[in-house]
């Protein structure tokens, strides 16, 4: 598995082009403020009514209600829960721009399909491999987080150039990005998750309240 760092990324796919976020919760956070610290056009898209735009223009970052975020974008990177992926994605594929590109942090929407984008637009995932403070934290000291990165569907031919620039302005190819898929992303996340992280967590919590 080939690891990228900044030196073999090139950041001009990035460069005088609007990133919309969609979302400002864990990785939403983390990814805006890294963006823009990297000199990338940055915009977060928030839903209506939301308390989230206070912190927001606190932390130095343009907001506007996705419609109007998403269509003044040319990279759109879903944010959200992935339980409400496919219906967030529903609302906002009338107002995405014709060849846009669209991205995810994790692969389990394209995976299993509950989101089928548009055929004009550029799939992409870059995946951090760790939580947004982390890659917050990281980002300040000079440091980067490892990140996974796949292209599912390529229509501009430059979707992979977008995955790397996207990452490298997140900080990550100061520790490396590797190639992966959708599909092997979300298989290793979900085993992780269930089976190492949580997994011995319940372990852990039935063999403390068992009586001594
Ligand atoms: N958390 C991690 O450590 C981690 C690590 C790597 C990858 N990922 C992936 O990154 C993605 C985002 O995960 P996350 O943990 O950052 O999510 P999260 O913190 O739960 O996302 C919360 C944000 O989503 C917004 N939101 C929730 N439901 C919405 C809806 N129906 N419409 C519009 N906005 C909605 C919330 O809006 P309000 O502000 O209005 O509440 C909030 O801004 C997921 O694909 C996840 O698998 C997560």
């Known amino acids: ?3 990228l760092t900044d030196a073999d990324i ?3 796919p990035l460069l005088g082009k609007r990133v919309a976020i969609v979302g400002y919760g864990n990785q939403g956070r983390a990814q805006a403020r890294n963006l823009k610290d990297s000199g990338i056009e940055v915009v977060v898209g928030l839903r209506e009514g939301t308390s989230s735009a206070v912190r927001v223009v606190a932390d130095g970052l343009e907001q506007e209600p996705l419609s109007s975020a998403v269509s003044g974008a040319d990279v759109v990177m879903m944010l959200v829960p992935d339980e409400v992926m496919a219906g967030l994605y529903g609302e906002i594929e009338p107002q995405l721009r014709d060849g846009a590109a669209l991205g995810f942090s994790h692969g389990l929407a394209i ?3 509950f989101v089928r ?3 004009d637009l550029d799939v992409f995932l870059l995946a951090p491999k760790g939580p947004g403070t ?5 980002y300040e000291r000079g440091e980067g987080m490892i990140a996974l990165w796949a292209v599912a569907q390529d229509r501009s031919g430059k979707a992979r150039e977008t995955a790397l620039a996207y990452g490298r302005a997140l900080g990550c190819g100061r520790a490396g990005l590797l190639e992966s898929s959708f599909a092997e992303e979300c298989e290793a996340d979900l085993f992780n998750e269930g089976a190492v992280v949580w997994g011995p967590c319940q372990s852990c919590l039935l063999l ?3 009586p001594s």
């Open 1 to 3: 598995m080939k690891r």
């Open 111 to 113: 995976h299993f399909a």
């Open 10 to 12: 090139d950041p001009a």
């Open 134 to 138: 982390a890659l917050r934290s990281l």
């Open 117 to 119: 984008p548009r055929e």
């Open 208 to 210: 403390a309240s068992r």
